[in-house]
Nanobody
């Protein structure tokens, strides 16, 4: 069982930045891939960004060039740096970890982009 604790959400003005953190309860060396989804009310969960154990990254088209995912193995933490935020980025962001055949989820953190 991998426990994930997210932090870093909040309220920011359009054009601003936030950094989300996702700390795992065990070494992320043993976790194949980690990343972030988001889900707005009434919508399906959308994959925002992911990073593999080999540091290969991928992004949704809607965030490409604005968001950056990274991992700090020493801290068992994955980050999502979000720049040039837009009102349409407002929603709950969920961290996930894929370990072998199991996927684990964090509790979610709210990001609100509003003036």
């Amino acid at each position: 069982q991998v426990r994930l604790v997210e932090s870093g959400g909040g309220l920011v003005q359009p054009g601003g930045s936030l950094r989300l953190s996702c700390e795992a309860s065990e070494s992320i060396f043993s976790i194949g891939a980690m990343g972030w989804y988001r889900q707005a009310p009434g919508n399906q969960r959308e994959l925002v960004a992911s990073i593999t154990s080999m540091d290969s990254t991928s992004y949704a088209d809607s965030v490409q060039g604005r968001f950056t995912i990274s991992r700090d193995n020493a801290k068992n933490t994955v980050y999502l740096q979000m720049n040039n935020l837009k009102p349409e980025d407002t929603t709950v962001y969920y961290c996930y970890a894929q370990k072998r055949w199991s996927r684990y989820w964090g509790q979610g953190t709210q990001v609100t982009v509003s003036s």
